[in-house]
C-alpha cells in the first residue's frame, strides 16, 4: 500500500448496522405507542393513559428494541477462533515478540 492511500475501516459490519437499525425503529414504535392519551380538556380527567397498550405493550417493545440494539453492538459477523499458543511463559507478554531480531 502507498503512503498516500487512505484505508478505512468500519467499527462494525453491514449486517451489525441492519440490526442496529432495526432495533431502534422498535424502540421509537414503542415510544409512539406510548404516545397519546390526552384529553382536550386540561380539567377533566381522562382514562386513557392507563390502558393496556401504554403501561404494558409500550415499554415492552422499547426493551425489546433495546435489547436488539445491544445485540446488535455485541454481534460479532466474523467469528474467528483464537488459540493461545500452548508455551512455557505465564503471562502472554513474556512470549518472544515474532519478526524482532534479538542482539
Not at 432495526?22 to 380538556?41: E, H, N, Q, R, T
Not at 446488535?72 to 493461545?84: F, G, R, S
Request: without cysteine; aromatic residues 10%.
Amino acid at each position: 500500500m502507498e503512503n498516500n492511500e487512505i484505508k478505512t475501516h468500519f467499527l462494525f459490519e453491514k449486517v451489525n448496522y441492519k440490526i442496529l437499525l432495526i432495533g431502534l425503529g422498535v424502540i421509537a414504535l414503542g415510544f409512539i405507542l406510548m404516545a397519546g392519551g390526552s384529553s382536550d380538556d386540561p380539567k377533566v380527567f381522562s382514562d386513557a393513559i392507563f390502558n393496556f397498550q401504554r403501561i404494558r405493550l409500550a415499554p415492552t417493545v422499547v426493551l425489546i428494541g433495546f435489547g436488539v440494539t445491544i445485540y446488535a453492538i455485541l454481534k460479532n459477523p466474523n467469528p474467528e477462533v483464537t488459540t493461545l499458543e500452548t508455551t512455557d511463559e505465564a503471562f502472554p507478554e513474556d512470549r518472544a515478540i515474532k519478526n524482532f531480531k534479538n542482539k
